[in-house]
């Protein structure tokens, strides 16, 4: 998981973002100091997290408490699994975009959808 620190930092300092987004990815970028997510709100964009591949199934979202997040990726099994750890630390919002669904908690019951 990469682009969490500089959400953390922000939230020690009593800030937040509007929201974030969380990319579930199938393969592993290559960054460059431009596109690096730990730099994304210091270039002036929205707050990002990547999780590549060989991210392991315990990923740490309490950052994430309380905010909006837009969460995406083409690996439906993978997402589901991440939309239920973003759940259990309560965010205001979730929307989930998948290739053949979008799921967003304000319309409908994310438990039911992500089981």
């Known amino acids: 998981m990469t682009g969490h620190e500089p959400i953390i930092e922000m939230r020690m300092?009593?800030?937040s973002p509007d929201c974030v987004y969380v990319h579930v990815l199938d393969n592993t970028p290559i960054y460059y100091p431009s596109t690096h997510p730990s730099l994304s709100l210091q270039n002036g964009f929205y707050a990002e997290i990547?999780?590549?591949p060989r991210a392991g199934l315990a990923l740490d979202f309490r950052c994430l408490k309380g905010l909006v997040v837009h969460l995406m990726g083409n690996d439906r099994k993978r997402v589901m699994h991440v939309l239920r750890l973003i759940q259990q630390v309560e965010p205001s919002r979730v929307i989930a975009s998948l290739p053949d669904q979008l799921i967003d908690s304000a319309t409908m019951e994310l438990d039911r959808e992500a089981a």
């Open 50 to 52: 990547h999780i590549t």
């Open 13 to 15: 300092n009593g800030l």
